[in-house]
């Protein structure tokens, strides 16, 4: 009989997927070592070593809701540019998403255990991700989600460039229509582009202001400026720092003479509707992964030294 039990074990010795396992199980009547050698045959148990591999390589995808109330932005990692615009691989990024979107997970482990309602062989999302590994031969994870959820104005998203780069907007508004989720949709390609750090100068931390008021300071005093005019000199710097950082403060890169907080202004007086930036969320694939050069001589000795 083949228990929940002896599929746990298969699984954590293989880190192969829960319906792979099942049938490894089943066609060698429950014998542990024979399913692992089964597993092994079919070049799935494989997809456990590839675990370790540095995954900097990937896409991030966007899931908005029909009614622009919720939406999720999903990093998925692989090892390569070339997996990275696998078909597979990006339809499996779009469906996590997806999947995080309608059911408000956020939490990697929790969003890794959900039904794959996607395709029947997969019995989570973690599954599909193993068999992936297996097929295309990279270590894959899920490395970072973020949902929206928004019940007064609208969440929209922008991928950049093949999903290099993904943003995500939630504008409060009393309209919730299609022009206002336009203009959520112009501000994330503002982020896109200009990679705010905050929304407004009151969202910076007194660290930071003190950090870069401290770097003003230093700076014109090894310029040799009078003691007098410094505190004028380190207004002037974290004003210009402020309109570097903030979104609302920054040029709008679709009419660089308006801020984005005029862009946004401009826009409740025309519509009739205070419409704001209530938050964002901006992911740079592979971003603070730190990527290990290959010396490809090296790495065909290794192969060559393996088959001895």
Do not use: W
């Amino acid at each position: 009989m083949i228990t929940a039990q002896l599929v746990k074990e298969l699984r954590e010795l293989t880190g192969v997927g829960m319906m792979d396992c099942k049938k490894a199980l089943a066609e060698t009547d429950g014998d542990l070592k024979k399913a692992v050698d089964f597993l092994r045959e079919k070049g799935l148990a494989s997809a456990a070593k590839k675990a370790g591999r540095i995954a900097a390589e990937g896409v991030v995808s966007s899931y908005i809701s029909e009614d622009y109330s919720k939406g999720t932005l999903v990093e998925l990692n692989c090892e390569t540019d070339f997996v990275a615009i696998n078909d597979l691989f990006v339809k499996l990024s779009k469906e996590i998403c997806q999947l995080a979107c309608e059911s408000g997970c956020d939490d990697i482990e929790k969003l890794e255990c959900l039904e794959y309602r996607f395709d029947n062989e997969f019995a989570t999302v973690k599954d599909a991700i193993i068999s992936l590994v297996s097929k295309l031969g990279e270590n894959i994870s899920l490395r970072r989600v973020v949902n929206y959820y928004s019940d007064c104005g609208v969440v929209n998203s922008y991928i950049h460039g093949d999903g290099k780069i993904g943003v995500i907007v939630e504008l409060k508004s009393d309209l919730k229509n299609e022009e206002v989720a336009k203009i959520a949709k112009d501000i994330c390609m503002h982020i896109a582009a200009s990679n705010p750090l905050f929304l407004d100068s009151n969202s910076v931390d007194q660290e930071t202001i003190d950090r870069e008021s401290q770097i003003l300071r230093t700076r014109a005093m090894n310029s040799g400026k009078p003691e007098k005019v410094l505190d004028k000199i380190v207004e002037g710097g974290i004003k210009a720092y402020f309109d570097d950082v903030c979104l609302l403060n920054q040029s709008f890169v679709k009419d660089p003479g308006l801020s984005v907080g005029d862009f946004l202004n401009s826009k409740s007086k025309e519509l009739g509707t205070k419409i704001e930036v209530v938050r964002f969320s901006r992911f740079e694939k592979g971003e603070g992964i730190e990527k290990t050069e290959e010396n490809f001589a090296e790495e065909v000795q290794k192969q060559m030294n393996k088959g001895k």
